[in-house]
Each structure stands twice: as structure tokens, then as C-alpha cells.
């Protein structure tokens, strides 16, 4: 069964920082892993996805890596916002195709 | 393009009520659908998941079933609503075969009083 962890819960900085958002999953069979933001009462935004087959995707000031031998995946955000502030989201997609999700990392970004 | 509707967006219902929510999708055929809840604290659940029509697949015993009388059209139901059904609902749909990433609707806020 497919567990997602996301490290850490929360997590606070001052505006222009640049940050790293960690996600782990216990199964290396995935189709794909998606990274989503939630802004608070929304629903999830889907920021960037990446296949199995691919290593890291950009968007922006945003990139995010796939290291499936390891069932480690990272968020980059360069010089980050106070728009920023949000729930970062990861999930794993598996042969079942079912997305399973982390509880999230809550990004406070300072002015 | 594709695009999600959900509704309604907040809700407040009694105790022992019965409860339904519509999701639909535009733009696409065949698309999988699911249902997630996001409780207080706690993250995404998967609850109900359809890759056809009349094809549910249920994750969690539960008070609560899933629908879908059409191909684009995903229904959450319940016949009598628990305090513990409160919660953040999500509707999302992904193109089949898997691979494509999902796409969420913008969820309903169910309250039991």
C-alpha cells in the first residue's frame, strides 16, 4: 500500500528566500507524481506533474524533481512570495490510478 | 479545454439528513472520477473512484455511496448524514491509462449539525 510522507508539516520564511519542500512514497511503481497547491477553503491547483520516466519539471519559479529508486521527490520554490503562503500538496500515482496523497507542508512566506 | 464543476460550494445540513453532491466534467469523454474528503487535520481521502459509467470502487466503509448515471456526471450520496461526514468534499476526473495527472474541482464544505 502506498504511503506519502511531506516534510516538514510547516514551515515559515521570510519573503525572497528560496525553499525546498520534501516528499517521500513507499512504492517506486508509479505513473507519475503531482505536486498541487491549496489555498485555504480551495481546492487543489495543480502546479507541476511529473512521469515516471522524466527526472524534474519547471514552471516558473517553481521545479520540481523525481528520484524514484529513492521514493523522494522535491518542490523548489526560488525567491519566493508572500503569495506563495499556501498548503503545498504532493501525490503519487500508481498502477491502481489512484492518487495518494501527503498531508502537505503549510508555506508561510513573510513580507 | 476540460473544465470541473462541483457543487454546492458549502452546505450546512441536520443530523440524520440525506445528503447529495454533483460533480460533472466538460470537455473530455471517459474520463476516471473520484471523490476525496479532506477532514480537519487529517489529508485527502479517497473515498469512491469510477472508471465508467455504473463502475464504482469504494476505498472506506462508510456511510456514504457514489453514482455516476453518466459518463461526465459523479454523484456522492448519503441516506443519513453522522457528524463525523463533515468535512471538505472533492470531485476530481483524470484521462484513463493513468499517467495524465488529475484535475480537482473546487469543493464543497459540508457541515452536520
Known amino acids: 500500500k502506498q504511503e506519502v510522507t511531506q516534510i516538514p508539516a510547516a514551515l515559515s520564511v521570510p519573503e525572497g528566500e528560496n525553499l525546498v519542500l520534501n516528499c517521500s512514497f513507499t512504492?517506486?511503481?508509479?505513473?507519475?507524481l503531482q505536486w498541487f497547491r491549496q489555498d485555504p477553503g480551495k481546492g487543489l491547483t495543480s502546479l507541476l506533474l511529473?512521469?515516471?520516466?522524466?527526472r524534474e519539471q519547471t514552471s516558473g519559479r517553481l521545479n520540481a524533481s523525481l528520484d524514484k529508486s529513492s521514493g523522494r521527490s522535491t518542490l523548489y520554490i526560488a525567491a519566493s512570495q508572500p503569495g506563495d503562503s499556501a498548503t503545498y500538496l504532493c501525490?503519487?500515482?500508481?498502477?491502481?490510478?489512484?492518487?495518494?496523497f501527503g498531508k502537505g507542508t503549510k508555506l508561510t512566506v513573510n513580507p | 479545454s476540460q473544465t470541473i464543476h462541483q457543487w454546492p460550494a458549502t452546505l450546512v445540513q441536520p443530523v440524520g439528513s440525506p445528503l447529495s453532491l454533483e460533480c460533472t466534467v466538460e470537455?473530455?469523454?471517459?474520463?476516471?472520477l473520484y471523490w476525496y474528503r479532506q477532514a480537519a487535520g487529517r489529508g485527502l481521502q479517497l473515498l469512491f473512484y469510477?472508471?465508467?459509467?455504473?463502475?464504482i470502487s469504494s476505498e472506506v466503509p462508510q456511510n456514504l455511496s457514489a453514482s455516476r448515471p453518466q459518463d461526465r456526471q459523479f454523484i456522492l450520496s448519503s441516506k443519513k448524514l453522522l457528524l463525523s461526514d463533515s468535512g471538505f468534499y472533492l470531485c476530481?476526473?483524470?484521462?484513463?491509462?493513468?499517467?495524465?495527472?488529475?484535475?480537482f474541482g473546487s469543493g464543497t464544505r459540508l457541515t452536520v449539525v
Open positions: 470537455g473530455t469523454s471517459n474520463p476516471n
Open positions: 469510477s472508471v465508467g459509467i455504473g463502475q
Open positions: 512504492d517506486s511503481a508509479i505513473y507519475n
Open positions: 511529473i512521469q515516471s520516466s522524466q
Open positions: 501525490g503519487a500515482q500508481g498502477g491502481s490510478e489512484k492518487l495518494v
Open positions: 476530481a476526473w483524470a484521462r484513463g491509462a493513468g499517467g495524465y495527472g488529475y484535475t
